[in-house]
């Protein structure tokens, strides 16, 4: 168990002529992240945010250009992977393909000359947590997707490590195996108590999983918080867009009077909009948020935000309909009730409750009238 | 492997037998005719001497070549030669292998360099090396034993059958540093980070891992190369000519010798028939081997 610290860490590849431009050259800039002792961290963003470069560099199998990383205080940024005592389970679960499960759980005991009874018996112990007894004969080849990803997880817990990295190690299963793995991967971390980092592009996988979440894009931290707060008060529009399925929408809002609106909707005005909305001098437009669970089918109603549009596609998913609606130019979706009395091409409107929007700033896409315990557990995003 | 004709129904087969006859005819003319007359000759007595007292002979060149010395000095420097060429080709191939599975510039100049020495012609070879590498007097060894103050080894005659696996070693090398190169690079990352990871240093890791993924591809380089080393013979004859004495006969140039110095074609082909048999010691492991990777790969 242990404390990682990672302090204004960068990695910076030195751009190469034919390879890819220089845009990519930092991969990571300026992380700053201390962990909890035991804590269960998801990084998250999409492909090519730098997330796995900053995991690798937790393993040591990168070296940070900048900045400074701490195990339990001490700086590894010299310590050789063999030597931090981390474990990871990797996408392509990279089990030796030469060795029975068995020995692919052994073997990073064995290299350190761990007495052959303890061995046998910690394969064991790992082996009955993860339902594998059965397989520890069999060469990986033998074995299916699901085996082969507890077997890595095996060889992980074996160890009984410092630290586990795990990058997006179900990503190579079926979406029905890779929601049982989900929890079992968390009852694990509950049970065992390491401090993991988990690497994924799934906002479901960072949401259900993580007890923090590292939002990241184009190698920089976006927002680290809950995943409640992340949902609750993204710092800025690409968070609110990347949690939440389906994802927020977004209107271009004026500011008129009393209230905000443009073509083809509207929202009055509380104090706390009023507020957000002069936050660092009045503006006259701002980006209206507004999730597609708090849009709701109803009959006029006073104070409520409205917007209309033609409904273009409707989507049954069972206990609940999703339904695209053009307003303006933009396209909202709208979760509704399961059975509803429209079809494509009717005019649809639907009403918000103004406290439950989001307000963005129209040029840098920070959230305006953000609450200041938020704002103070989110990290360099606003600075 | 879907659709092999095999598959179909029996009433749609394709008439596969009649489609493989005229390869197997030709391998049949191309490898039996010449084994048969082969085994034919070995039973006579035929001298090119004396081309007309020609007639059977039984056993007598089997006798005359199994207690001919130079018989079995060949056939002991002929397994000499292939284990120490095995060996340092083996060893030598990989090392380079492991140095150019890792970036460093001019790498792409250095592996053409390294793998040069494959293109040149077996007898070429032979002559680079007699002339411009291993003469006492202008070669470059002897030019840098000078310069450093010592005398000059007469490599052909001090030192003959070290002196042929040089060359073929030198020629052999690049031929296992491609096979070997090519298996590292199908070598997953991934699983070379885990190890590190899980503990392992350099040696482990190439012990636990790098070996025993090059494990197939070692056993086809070492299969490979035993069947050609066995049949080395134009270095020799560019170099030695078998000799000092009998120092470099390998049994390749026992058989041409008795061909065409004692003119004994009975004598010859009883020697060949000997090569074949050695021959075919070495190939049944490669077979069996090519064929168990056969059956593992449609297991799979």
Known sequence: ?????????????????????????????????????????????????????????????????????????????????????????????????????????????????????????????????????????????????????????????????????????????????????????????????????????????????????????????????????????????FVAGFIGTPSMNFLQADHHGDGLGGQGFSCPLGPRLQAALGEGGQRSSCWLGIRPEHLHQVEESSGRGRLEGVIEVIEPLGPVTMVQVRVGDTLVTAQLAAHLDVEIGDTLGLAFDPDQVHLFDIESDQALGLEPDSAASSTQATA | MSASPTDASPGKRAPTKRLMAPSVLFLLVWMIVPLAMTLYYSFQDYNLMMPDMRGFA????YELLFTDPVFWDALLNTLLLVATCLLVTVVAGLALALLFNRTFVGRGIARTLAISPFFVMPVVTGLIWKYMLLDPVYGLFSWVMRSIGLEPVQW?????????????????????????????????????????????????????????????????????????????????????????????????????????????????????????????????????????????????
């Open chain 1, 1 to 237: 168990m242990a404390i990682v610290e990672l302090k204004n860490v960068a990695k910076r590849y030195d751009s190469m002529p034919g390879k890819k431009g220089a845009e990519h050259a930092n991969a990571v800039e300026d992380f700053n992240l201390t962990t909890k002792d035991g804590e269960f961290v998801v990084l998250v963003g999409p492909s090519g945010c730098g997330k796995s470069t900053t995991m690798r560099m937790i393993a040591g199998l990168e070296h940070n250009t900048a900045g400074e990383i701490r195990i339990n205080g001490q700086d590894v940024s010299s310590v050789e992977p063999r030597d931090r005592d981390i474990a990871m389970v990797f996408q392509s679960y990279a089990l030796y393909p030469h060795m029975s499960v068995y020995h692919n759980m052994a073997f990073a005991l064995e290299l350190k000359k761990t007495p052959k009874e303890e061995v046998k018996q910690r394969v064991q112990e790992a082996a009955r947590i993860l339902d594998i007894e059965h397989l520890l004969d069999r060469k990986p080849r033998a074995l299916s997707g699901g085996q082969r990803q507890r077997v890595a997880l095996g060889r992980a817990l074996v160890r009984q490590p410092q630290v586990f990295l795990m990058d997006e190690p179900l990503s190579n299963l079926d979406a029905r195996l890779r929601v049982g793995m989900r929890a079992e991967i968390t009852r694990l971390h509950r049970r065992l108590g390491v401090t993991t980092f988990y690497v994924t592009h799934d906002q479901t996988e960072a949401m259900t999983m993580g007890q923090r979440i590292v939002v990241m894009r184009d190698g920089r931290i976006q927002q680290v918080d809950t995943p409640y707060n992340l949902y609750e008060r993204p710092v800025n529009r």
């Open chain 2, 58 to 61: 039984g056993g007598l060149s």
């Open chain 2, 156 to 300: 052909l005659s001090s030192y003959p059958l070290l002196s042929v696996v040089m060359m073929i070693s030198w020629e052999w090398t690049p031929f296992a540093l491609l096979i070997l190169l090519t298996g590292l690079q199908s070598l997953p990352e991934d699983q070379l980070e885990a190890v590190r990871l899980d503990g392992a240093n350099r040696w482990q890791e190439f012990r636990h891992i790098v070996l025993p993924h090059l494990g197939q591809v070692l056993y086809v380089v070492i299969m490979l190369e035993s069947i050609f080393f066995l049949t080395s013979f134009a270095e020799i004859y560019a170099t030695t000519s078998g000799g000092p004495g009998t120092a470099t006969t390998n049994l390749p140039y026992y058989i041409y010798l008795s061909a065409f110095f004692q003119y004994d074609i009975g004598l010859s082909s009883a020697a060949a028939i000997g090569a074949v048999v050695l021959a075919n010691i070495f190939a049944i492991f490669l077979i069996r081997f090519v064929a168990g990777n056969l059956n593992a790969g449609s297991q799979r």
